[in-house]
């Protein structure tokens, strides 16, 4: 592999990024940013320098229709967007108390079952999760005490190939994901090191990703995210 | 990281399939990114079609923007471009009259509009400014309109290769420019 882009690659990459190509070349150049890590830099390059340009196109918002079509295609709900009122922050403020009630329900049941002694009733405001894939049941409620540094987990996980397992990780507000380890039995106890747990914080998300056996091989998710959900306060 | 960016955090959420951070990224994003789109294309359906376009784009391939190395909003801007750009190339081929602009934005960017970056569009304008101004224009038409060489020639009534030659040297002036 050469370490530079040759003087075509290089214009192509710039023309690329400014838009100039026809649409032949415009195709070619776009398999070239999807497999040529090269390529791409010059490009991401080019993209970073010239986007301030874009300052000068006012922005115009779109029709709440144009979101119901992409929830639509990609399975995303999109039924309480529908009747907001397009942008109002008081409706999202809204969403997240509901979401909260509903997951609060969930937790209510997870915790309080006779006899199973998850949590302790004099731990403290813990962290609680329910993880959801596209809209259905739970797959997974997480609760995390902060006192002992403990994450309860009650997992319903889907059936999987023998070949793969499913890893838990915890995306705190940096926005890299961390694995909190693996997934392989319905109910489970991980005990976070002191690192970890500073980074559970409200607002962080925990999701679950299909792995090859052993757990993701570089450290950050590499299959698929079956479900995920964001922590709250209790 | 002790500031990240909150355009990226939320794209780290939508690869992990987070759909309230989807949500929440049309709601800043959109208006700026259909801005984009209608500026290429001049026309509503078009670019309410390319949006939608985007943004199953966006939900696919979030996860691929962590390995490249452009900021949020480029790797969000290009999307949208390269989308937008693609649609008006096929409305091209398949000899369809174009209504110039049919549908124009009456409004001038907002405040917000010029949120997005604000160091770096002072220095872009700073060294665009140091341009020769038929080569500015020429690199504007293409990059704002999505003119190809060919079309930014037709506009400005000069030969293609002229175009090549002025955005090019515009293109090494602007880096250099930028660098210092």
């Known amino acids: 592999m050469t370490q530079e882009l040759n003087d075509n690659d290089k214009w192509l990459a710039a023309e690329f990024a400014l838009g100039a190509l026809d649409r032949e070349n415009m195709q070619i150049a776009e398999q070239r940013f999807e497999n040529d890590p090269l390529f791409r830099a010059a490009v991401d390059e080019w993209q970073n320098q010239l986007t301030p340009m874009l300052d000068e196109v006012p922005s115009v918002a779109p029709d709440p229709k144009v979101w119901d079509a992409i929830a639509a295609s990609t399975g995303v709900a999109s039924g309480p967007k529908k009747s907001a009122s397009w942008g109002s922050r008081a409706f999202w403020r809204g969403l997240a108390v509901f979401s909260s009630a509903v997951a609060l329900a969930s937790l209510a049941a997870l915790l309080y079952l006779p006899g199973q002694g998850l949590l302790t009733p004099q731990s403290l405001s813990p962290l609680v999760a329910t993880l959801n894939a596209k809209g259905d049941a739970p797959t997974l409620l997480a609760s995390f005490s902060p006192d002992n540094k403990t994450l309860m987990l009650r997992a319903v996980l889907p059936e999987m190939e023998q070949t793969k397992v499913a890893e838990l990780w915890l995306v705190p507000a940096d926005g890299v994901p961390r694995s909190l380890g693996l997934l392989d039995k319905a109910a489970m106890q991980f005990n976070l090191n002191n690192d970890v747990s500073r980074l559970m914080s409200e607002g962080g998300t925990l999701a679950i990703s299909l792995e090859p056996k052993g757990g993701s091989p570089t450290g950050a998710p590499t299959g698929p995210v079956i479900a995920s959900g964001k922590l709250r306060r209790l | ?180």
């Open chain 2, 1 to 180: 990281m002790s500031n990240p960016d909150p355009i990226a955090e939320l794209l780290s959420r939508v690869a992990m399939r987070d759909q309230a951070a989807f949500a929440r990224l049309f709601d800043t994003m959109s208006a700026k990114l259909f801005g984009i789109s209608l500026r290429i294309l001049g026309n509503k359906a078009d670019a309410e079609d390319v949006l939608q376009e985007v943004f199953v784009k966006i939900w696919n391939k979030a996860a691929t923007f962590q390995t490249g190395r452009a900021s949020a909003v480029a790797w969000l801007s290009m999307i949208a471009r390269n989308q937008a750009i693609d649609k008006l190339r096929a409305r091209k081929l398949s000899h369809v009259d174009i209504e110039e602009q049919e549908y124009l934005a009456d409004t001038k960017p907002s405040p917000e509009d010029n949120a997005v970056s604000t160091n770096e569009n002072q220095r872009l304008k700073n060294c665009l400014e140091q341009l020769n101004p038929d080569h500015a224009n020429a690199v504007k038409s293409t990059y704002l309109g999505g003119l190809s060489y060919q079309e930014t020639a037709d506009l400005l009534d000069i030969p293609l290769n002229t175009v090549r030659t002025w955005i090019r040297r515009s293109l090494i002036s602007l880096q250099d420019c930028l660098r210092k």
